[in-house]
């Protein structure tokens, strides 16, 4: 049976039999991965708490036909500041949710997958009221369908924008505007994002913007994959989730925000 050796984020587990899990995680060279960790629920396991959501890990794999076998596996980051926060948890759960929904397996996605490793050390150690939405904005320009800025989507006239439908695949004029009303601060915050500005703008304090922002974003993440986000939805509102009572002065990441956060910031 062929090994491979590739780095992973845990994104869910399932019981399989009274031993097993079958574990799903996203990975940079072999896309979204299911593999079976043989005896992990048993007390004396050395794969343990290795393979649980929201672990960062390198690992040797079996190749199956169907489900991949976990033969060796190693904690890179166990994210404890998010663990540990109730209020962290919905935000970091969400990601790992939309992921598993987009990924293909064994699609590579070195991209999406720095993305996402990113955005989980961003939110383990400087969490930003724009960090979600910045996410879900940039996994959807990842996936194809980002949204319409720079002009209407509806009419193509540049100018003031208003307005946002998801249908119609971004924002929209004035006269054209139907859907959600939108602020002229959303509108450059997302601009700020999508256009080289990830830095700063995880940088800003808790705002309206920010919230609108990260509303729309999981509105127009629904749309595209025609399904519910169970993790964003569970007890408050997203736009308040873990925003209320951070300090905007916390301690700057130690690792290059470029990469922190939603990723590259191209």
Not at 52 to 70: A, K, N, Q, Y
Not at 73 to 81: G, L, M, R, T
Request: with cysteine.
């Amino acid at each position: 049976m062929a090994t491979y050796r590739d780095e992973g984020v845990v994104l869910r587990t399932m019981r399989l039999g009274e031993a097993d899990r079958i574990v799903t995680l996203a990975t940079p060279e072999h896309g979204k991965v299911r593999a079976v960790a043989k005896g992990i629920r048993k007390t004396k396991s050395r794969l343990g708490g290795r393979l649980e959501p929201l672990t960062h890990v390198t690992m040797i794999c079996w190749r199956g036909r169907e489900l991949d076998v976990v033969n060796q596996v190693e904690a890179i980051e166990h994210f404890k500041a998010i663990r540990g926060d109730l209020e962290r948890v919905p935000v970091a759960m969400t990601m790992l949710e939309v992921v598993d929904q987009v990924a293909l397996e064994r699609h590579p996605m070195p991209e999406m997958f720095r993305m996402l490793v990113g955005a989980l050390r961003t939110l383990e150690e400087r969490p930003s009221p724009a960090l979600l939405g910045s996410f879900l904005w940039k996994l959807l320009v990842m996936e194809g369908v980002g949204p319409s800025l720079d002009q209407c989507a509806v009419c193509g006239l540049e100018g003031e924008l208003v307005a946002f439908d998801a249908g119609e695949g971004g924002f929209l004029c004035r006269s054209c505007r139907r859907g959600q009303a939108v602020g002229a601060e959303t509108v450059s915050l997302i601009r700020q994002v999508l256009g080289g500005g990830l830095r700063a703008a995880l940088d800003q304090p808790p705002s309206r913007a920010a919230a609108e922002a990260e509303r729309l974003a999981m509105v127009a993440t629904e749309y595209h994959l025609d399904r519910r986000v169970r993790s964003a939805h569970q007890g408050t509102e997203i736009s308040t989730a873990g925003w209320q009572g951070w300090s905007n002065t916390s301690s700057p990441a130690t690792r290059p925000p470029a990469d922190a956060g939603a990723g590259a910031t191209g």
